[in-house]
Structures are given as structure tokens and as C-alpha cells.
């Protein structure tokens, strides 16, 4: 049985801590391997290690980083395979989805290539006689990236590269359910030529976050998880002073208007419903179908949905199995609270046959209908295969259903009507929003993130927020001697 450990100073760290976590393959149900749950003792010794590293980084010029940068993309493209298959054992996604999710994270790196444009400050000649101004952004030190079980590579992609571009370095503490895509990555920026010190990955669960969150030498925290864990990692990482931003849960909505093409609307909430299992941050879980339309529509959706084929990818399966059996039977008994509570059952994936192992943490593509905005199968957020159909008569009933819910992450509309869907993206309270598009997850160069309970903090993730998020700017205002400017002069400045 391995021991997945951390990475610290550029090789592999046992700690001190003797606390382990089981890590499972969810296709099969069988431990794979042990992970170390750090203690806060070795929580310091990461940030300390990252501590050390930053002022040579820091310093080292913009071309050297993007040297590093540019060979950490070819290597992680010619092998991003390697950390797919990884993705699969731990996570259960099929291998399909893992290289997608890695080649989504790999547009951060290349975005992050373009560091010297990004980081360049603007400059103001003679803003008084002879008085220069110009502004530079510096990194902040070590940033502690936090993130969740569902995108092992994509989420910490989403911050590190940007944060590394910058200056900064880097403590990742990953899921511990899925940790081992975290130790390729640190073996891969050792290869591409990163300086020891500078990317680290501390393994561990509470213990090791609060640490991180209470430790001086972390600077910033970019956080991504759940909704009460994100409110607490912000709350208590702002407290200590620390810049964080934490990205948390959602309920993405998808309106369906009765103009819309219902072919491309059925195909559209069956992919983002059933893709990853529904295990993603940016997955329909609820589906608002407007006015007639709706017996069609699910209709539609449950033909398409019947021909999912759910198993560990080895006979080209769609759709894999749930992270953990927990997990797994948490999912289910909301279907079942659902059917109590009067939602119609017209997909049950209680009772799928998967290609698969018979342990396997397996549950089919599930379809609820008639499920009204009480029922908790709509209140909560479920991460599982499973769509829900709310049935209104109009388009404010909608808006008005996604503007009420806690979350604001993503939501798409489907319709034909550009009035309709203009309308639609101005009013709506969301962060992220589609047009006849499900899941509308922003390019590297645009920012991703949410609003409401679903982003605490003022930054989103890469894009221009990223740059700003790991960087702080200084204004500089310069004047060189000048007899003429000479004498005392107490009053506050003001430009001559
Ligand atoms: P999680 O909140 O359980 O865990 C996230 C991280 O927090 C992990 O590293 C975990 O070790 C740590 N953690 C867990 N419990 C903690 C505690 N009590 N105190 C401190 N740290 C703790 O989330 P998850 O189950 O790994 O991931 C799924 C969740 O993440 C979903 O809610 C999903 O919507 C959300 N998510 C959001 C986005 C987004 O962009 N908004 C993206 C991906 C996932």
C-alpha cells in the first residue's frame, strides 16, 4: 500500500504527523493507498520551506519565470495522460473528462505565460514640474491554495500558475481524498526547472487548513470547496490578515424558454447534468422548463439520458462512479426525499447496472420531475447525477427562482429570442452566465467565479482578478534633484 506524503523543498516529506486517510479507487471500492494528514508542526515546516524560497523568486526576472513557465506547459502537455490516469484512480471521472479538466487548466498556464504584459504598471511624466509617477505590482509571498476533491488538477491550476508567474510560492493543500495529482504536478515544476521551494504540497484535513489560515508567513489564500467550509476558510483567513478568496458550492439553473431548439436544450441538460457524475461546480442540477413545453422537454431529455452508459471507462462508458460510497449514498437519499416529498421519479439511477466492479460507488443518471423549490433535492446542493425539473409558467417565475437562491455560480438560459436572453443576462444574480450554452466556464484570459454564498471575497479566479489577487501595487512618485525645487514647504503636495 503506497503513502502518498508531501512535497516540500523540491522532494518527498514524510512529516511528523502519523495520521493517515484512506484513499480509494471509486470504480473498484478498494484502498489504493494512505495519505498523510499533516499536523500543524508540518504545516510550518511547508510554509517555512515557501518562506525561504520567495525572496530569490521574488527577484528572479520576468524571463526567466515565463522559462519556467513556457516548459512546464510542453511537459505538461506531451503528459498530461500520466496525470489523467491519475485523475480516474483517485476521482472516478472517466479518462475523457480528467484530460478536459487538465487541458482547462493548461489555458492558465499559457495565460500565465503572458506575465511581463500582465504585470506591467502605467507611468506618468511630469505629473508635477519635474515629478514622475508610475505604479508596479509586486508579488505578496507565499500563497496557500486550498482546494477540492471534484478538479484534482484543474482547480489548483486555476491559481498557481498566475501565482507563480508572478513571484509568488506556493503551498497546495489538495483533497485528501484525491491527493496524488498534486505530487505529479510538484514533480513536473521540479523537472521544468522551478527553483526548490517554490510549489510545495501539504497533505492533510482541518488541521492542516486552519494552520495555513493562522500561520504568519502565508500571505493569501485561494480557497475552493464547499459553502459553510468557504465562509469559514474566508472569516477566519481574513481575521489573521490574510487576502483569501473562497470559492464555494452552487445550483446552477438552466431556463429553458418555450422558443428555444428543445433538441439542443434536451442534449445540453443531459451533458451538464450527467457529465462527471454532476460532481461539478458548474453542473445543471436544476432545470426550469417555461410555460408548454415541459412534457416535451423531459421527454427528450429522458430518451437521451436512457442511452448513458455508467462504468469505469474500460467499455466506453459515459459516466463514472461517485467519489466515495458516502458520498454515493448521501446522493441517494436525496432522490429518495425527493420521490417522498411528490417529485415524479422518471430516471431512477438507485438501480443502474454499471460497467464495473461491483463495490464501485455507482449510481445512475437520475431524473426528477414536478420538484417544487421546497423540496430539499432543490434547496441543497446534491454534487450528483441527479436534474431536477421545476416547472413554471413564465420567465419572471424563473428569474425570480435563481435571483431567491443562496448560490450564484453558474446558470444558463436556452431560447431563440436575443431580446429574451439579453434580458436575461443583465437581470439575473449570477457570475457566471450562458446563452444556449450549459456551462459556460470562462476562458483563462476572463475570470471565473460565482456570487453570493457561492464566492466569498472580491476576487474570482485567474484572469485579470487573478493577477490583482496575487499581487499588490505600488505607487511610486519620483522627482530627481532639482535646485530650483529646493525649501522647506509644509503644506500638503499638490501639482505645480
Ligand atoms: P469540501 O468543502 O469538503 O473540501 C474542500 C477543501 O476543504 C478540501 O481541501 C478539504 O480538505 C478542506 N476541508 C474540508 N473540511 C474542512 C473543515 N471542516 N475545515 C477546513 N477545511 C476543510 O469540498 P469538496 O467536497 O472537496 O468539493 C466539493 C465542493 O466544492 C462542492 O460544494 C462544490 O460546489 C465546490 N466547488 C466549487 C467550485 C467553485 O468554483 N465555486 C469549484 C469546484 C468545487
Known amino acids: ?81 500520466e496525470i489523467a490516469a491519475i485523475i480516474t484512480a483517485e ?43 508610475f505604479s508596479i505590482r509586486q508579488p505578496l509571498g507565499p500563497i496557500a491554495i486550498i482546494s477540492p476533491f471534484n478538479f484534482p488538477a484543474m482547480v489548483p491550476m486555476w491559481f498557481f500558475p498566475l501565482a507563480i ?30 527553483p526548490a521551494g517554490v510549489f510545495n504540497v501539504v497533505q492533510g484535513d482541518k488541521v492542516a487548513v486552519d494552520e495555513l489560515l493562522e500561520n504568519p508567513a502565508i500571505k493569501a489564500v485561494s480557497f475552493v470547496g464547499s459553502t459553510p467550509i468557504a465562509k469559514y476558510v474566508y472569516e477566519r483567513g481574513t481575521a489573521h490578515g490574510k487576502r483569501v478568496q473562497a470559492l464555494g458550492g452552487a445550483k446552477n439553473h438552466m431556463v429553458v424558454l418555450p422558443d428555444a431548439d428543445l433538441d439542443l436544450a434536451a442534449d445540453a441538460a ?11 461546480c458548474m453542473a445543471i442540477s436544476a432545470l426550469v422548463a417555461v410555460g ?30 461517485l467519489v466515495t460510497e458516502a458520498h454515493r449514498d448521501r446522493v441517494a437519499s436525496y432522490i429518495a426525499a425527493g420521490e417522498s416529498a411528490g417529485a415524479t421519479v422518471v430516471l431512477d439511477g438507485r438501480t443502474v447496472d454499471a460497467d464495473g466492479a461491483a ?30 425539473v421545476v416547472r413554471v409558467d413564465t420567465y419572471d417565475e424563473a428569474l425570480a427562482l435563481i435571483n431567491n437562491n443562496q448560490y450564484g455560480n453558474g446558470t444558463a438560459i436556452f431560447t431563440n429570442d436575443g431580446g429574451a436572453a439579453r434580458r436575461f443576462h443583465n437581470e439575473v444574480e449570477v457570475g457566471m452566465v ?42 511610486v512618485t519620483s522627482r530627481w534633484l532639482d535646485p530650483s525645487h529646493g525649501g522647506l514647504n509644509l503644506g500638503f503636495p499638490q501639482n505645480n
Open 165 to 194: 508567474a508572478a513571484g509568488n510560492t506556493v503551498v497546495l493543500k489538495p483533497s485528501e481524498k484525491d491527493p496524488s495529482a498534486a505530487l505529479w504536478t510538484a514533480a513536473l515544476w521540479e523537472e521544468a526547472g522551478l
Open 292 to 321: 408548454p413545453i415541459a412534457d416535451d422537454l423531459v421527454a427528450r431529455i429522458a430518451q437521451r439520458t436512457k442511452t448513458i452508459r455508467t462504468g469505469d471507462g474500460t467499455k466506453g462508458s459515459d459516466m463514472g462512479p
Open 270 to 280: 443531459v451533458n451538464a447534468g450527467f457529465g462527471s457524475a454532476g460532481e461539478r
Open 434 to 475: 450562458g446563452i444556449n450554452v450549459p456551462i459556460p466556464v470562462p476562458m483563462a484570459y476572463y475570470s471565473f467565479g460565482g456570487w453570493k454564498n457561492s464566492l466569498f471575497g472580491d476576487s474570482h479566479a485567474h484572469g485579470i482578478d487573478g493577477v490583482h489577487f496575487f499581487t499588490r501595487t505600488k505607487a
Open 1 to 81: 500500500m503506497q503513502t502518498i506524503a508531501h512535497w516540500v523543498d523540491g522532494k518527498s516529506f514524510t512529516g511528523t504527523s502519523t495520521a493517515t486517510a484512506p484513499v480509494t479507487n471509486p470504480a473498484t471500492g478498494v484502498v489504493t493507498g494512505q495519505v498523510s494528514l499533516a499536523n500543524a508542526a508540518d504545516v510550518r515546516t511547508v510554509a517555512d520551506a515557501a518562506a525561504a524560497a520567495f525572496p530569490a523568486w521574488r527577484d528572479a526576472s520576468l524571463s526567466k519565470r515565463t522559462q519556467v513557465l513556457f516548459r512546464f506547459r510542453e511537459l505538461l502537455n506531451a503528459r498530461k495522460e
Open 91 to 133: 476521482h472516478g471521472k472517466v479518462l475523457s473528462d480528467a484530460l478536459g479538466e487538465v487541458t482547462r487548466g493548461l489555458e492558465v498556464v499559457e495565460f500565465a505565460c503572458g506575465i511581463p504584459h500582465l504585470l506591467k504598471g502605467g507611468y506618468t511624466e511630469n505629473a508635477s514640474s519635474k515629478v514622475d509617477i
Open 359 to 388: 463495490d464501485g460507488f455507482w449510481l445512475g443518471p437520475t431524473i426528477l420531475d414536478n420538484v417544487t423549490p421546497e423540496m430539499s433535492v432543490y434547496t441543497d446542493e446534491i454534487f450528483g447525477p441527479v436534474l431536477s
